[in-house]
């Protein structure tokens, strides 16, 4: 059976943009409950 080569770039963009989704799903859910505090805020400093 022949084994096809990676191509590291492509596998590497494929993860961030994974990362990008799952991140952008979880600042959305954190919006959406009124939980995310916004960085204007200064974090509670």
Do not use: C, N
Request: aromatic letters at 18%.
């Amino acid at each position: 059976m022949e084994s096809k080569q990676r191509i590291g770039w492509i596998d590497f963009g494929k993860g961030l943009v994974i990362f990008l989704v799952v991140l952008g799903h979880v600042f959305l859910g954190l919006y959406q409950s009124d939980d995310f505090i916004p960085a204007s805020t200064g974090f509670g400093f």
